[in-house]
Antibody
Framework: EVKLVESGGGLVKPGGSLKLSCAASGFAFSSYDMSWVRQTPEKRLEWVATISSGGSYTYYPDSVKGRFTISRDNARNTLYLQMSSLWSEDTALYYC????????????WGQGTTLTVSS | DIQMTQSPSSLSASLGGKVTITCKASQDINKYIAWYQHKPGKGPRLLIHYTSTLQPGIPSRFSGSGSGRDYSFSISNLEPEDIATYYCLQYDNLTWTFGGGTKLEIK
């Protein structure tokens, strides 16, 4: 069974930093591209970052480029999201998601971890 | 960036009935659209990809169609467990954009 468990969320002051983790199990983690997707308080879903299976390629939307860094440790089956220069618009529920076999969409998701940016 | 306009934002239907949700892309997305079901406390569940291909285990009550910029998603024979928010996702050209969501309620 594919399982993705996010952790590391919390309350951060504007301008602060935080690192999220996602522990993967039930599949060959090193063979799959992975992403982070967030759900805003208004319930919008927004793609945040993507990393290739080997970690060589990363992709970001303009809204987080230069502030967020996605990485992975294939030996530990863990995905990360380092976030810095956080502001209130980054407040969201952050999901870890696996990309499909040969299809660049999200086929399995975790249950999410919450980030709140507030003074 | 590709924008996805999803409608309606909410709808209410009777058990056994049928509902249809639409998504319009700001440009041709070459049928690279997926549909998700999202319930509180869980991650979204992939129902359909590449416009009309059902994921394994998803009942045939769920269906999708469309091309170019215009796509639709339908649920027939509504059941109580279909209460959820539904989202479209375009995944053309290594960018990913979601529609705004449709909250489905059962009358």
């Amino acid at each position: 069974e594919v399982k993705l468990v996010e952790s590391g969320g919390g309350l951060v002051k504007p301008g602060g930093s935080l690192k999220l983790s996602c522990a993967a199990s039930g599949f060959a983690f090193s063979s799959y591209d992975m992403s982070w997707v967030r759900q805003t308080p208004e319930k919008r879903l927004e793609w945040v970052a993507t990393i290739s299976s080997g970690g060589s390629y990363t992709y970001y939307p303009d809204s987080v480029k230069g502030r967020f860094t996605i990485s992975r440790d294939n030996a530990r089956n863990t995905l990360y999201l380092q976030m810095s220069s956080l502001w209130s618009e980054d407040t969201a529920l952050y999901y870890c998601a696996r990309h499909g076999d040969g299809d660049p969409l999200f086929d399995y998701w975790g249950q999410g971890t919450t980030l709140t940016v507030s003074s | 960036d590709i924008q996805m306009t999803q409608s309606p934002s909410s709808l209410s239907a009777s058990l056994g009935g049928k509902v249809t949700i639409t998504c319009k892309a700001s440009q041709d997305i070459n049928k690279y659209i997926a549909w998700y079901q999202h319930k509180p406390g869980k991650g979204p569940r992939l129902l359909i990809h590449y416009t009309s291909t059902l994921q394994p285990g998803i009942p045939s009550r769920f269906s999708g169609s469309g091309s170019g910029r215009d796509y639709s998603f339908s649920i027939s024979n509504l059941e109580p467990e279909d209460i959820a928010t539904y989202y479209c996702l375009q995944y053309d050209n290594l960018t990913w954009t979601f529609g705004g969501g449709t909250k489905l309620e059962i009358k």
